[in-house]
């Protein structure tokens, strides 16, 4: 398999930490489906044994351990297992891809674990600490002991503006992306990776419109638009809560059917929504549309674990449309989606 340039880069890093560079902690700055989850693998198999014995792979949803596991081999000759608490994560193998909330759950029983050996500890997409925050907390000591730190991130900003744990800022606010001895700093840009067609091109669709809402100190709010301005998030936060977010579904579904037709028969539509209670007004709306879906929340964990794998076409029968608010979208490979609704008003600048 051939190595995309980010991945080129990090092996190279990996190479040159063998042979002793003082480099201690990785950025990884990568755009969204550019091949970040090959990283872990590559960093195991460059620098397993020269510097490290075992791999702590943090993940933001339930839904990415079990990928971790099974996509790891495909870039490593070792394998690590998906794990929660258990006493020995590991199972005879090198590592473990866990998430930053089990972790949080028992902080201590990962940190006993990962202060036996060497570790190189790999965080994904860590915008998701706050800097100050339980999940930093809980994971502190555990990098503080690491032989090596990444840092991958798809996304380096918070939608919110509040610092992210472990991350310089620059006094512009930015993330601080100038190297030193012990820090280096890959990118991989969205140009970058449709030049090597490491993704497709996206076509976005925006369906603007106004707004007028009252606010929680009862006064009188309007924005003439959902694309910009002072209110703009608040203006599209209450938008999404009327029937415009229905609109904006139907048109994606219609698209997403011609497109099926006349273009991509395998096609899969995701749709992404801000709440348990909405998302089931989403699948009920694309029932009655004739639309066979499925929904995954973190309202029912077994449940939405069996349709993500129908959705990914391991389980029987498959669909080819999911309703989901969080747990399913960041990080899954499902390369058959060709739709997204997103019809949430969280967003960030990257």
């Known amino acids: 398999m051939t190595d995309r340039s980010h991945q080129a880069a990090t092996r190279a890093l990996a190479r040159a930490i063998a042979l002793g560079s003082r480099i201690r902690t990785i950025i990884e700055s990568v755009t969204p489906g550019g091949g970040k989850s090959a990283l872990p693998g ?31 081999p495909e870039w490593s000759r070792y394998r690590i297992r998906a794990a929660g608490n258990e006493g020995d994560p590991c199972r005879g193998t090198v590592g473990y891809v866990t ?20 570790w190189i500890v790999f965080l994904d997409e860590p915008h998701h600490c706050v800097a100050g925050g339980s999940w930093h907390e809980a994971l502190d000591e555990i990098c503080d002991r690491s032989r090596l730190l990444i840092l991958a991130s798809g996304t380096l900003a918070r939608g919110d503006g509040q610092a992210m744990a472990w991350l310089d800022y620059t006094t512009a606010g930015e993330v601080d992306l100038e190297e030193t001895e012990a820090l280096a700093v890959v990118r991989y840009t969205r140009s970058q990776a449709l030049r090597e067609r490491a993704i497709c091109p996206i076509h976005f669709q925006h369906l603007d419109g106004r707004a007028e809402w009252e606010d929680e100190e009862g006064c009188h709010r309007e924005a003439a638009t959902l694309a910009g301005g002072d209110y703009a998030p608040a203006a599209l936060f209450t938008a999404l809560r ?109």
Request: include cysteine; glycine fraction near 6%.
């Open 42 to 72: 590559i960093l195991a198999d460059e620098l397993m044994p020269a510097i490290a014995d075992r791999l702590l792979w943090v993940v933001p949803r339930d839904s990415l351990r079990g990928q971790g596991e099974a996509d790891f």
């Open 242 to 350: 009327t029937g415009y977010a229905l609109e904006l579904l139907d048109a994606t579904v219609s698209d997403w059917l011609e497109h099926r037709q006349a273009v991509y028969e395998r096609g899969k539509l995701l749709v992404v929504a801000p709440n348990i209670a909405l998302a089931g007004e989403y699948l009920e709306h694309l029932r009655r549309r004739g639309v066979s879906a499925l929904i995954a929340t973190s309202d029912d964990s077994p449940a939405a674990a069996e349709a993500i794998a129908r959705f990914k076409g391991r389980a029987l029968p498959s669909t080819d449309a999911l309703v989901t608010v969080a747990m399913a979208y960041e990080g899954m490979s499902v390369h058959e989606v060709s739709h997204i609704a997103c019809l949430t008003h969280i967003r960030s600048v990257p």
């Open 99 to 118: 998430t930053y909330q089990a972790i949080a759950a028992d902080p201590a029983r990962h940190l006993d674990t990962t202060s036996r050996g060497r």
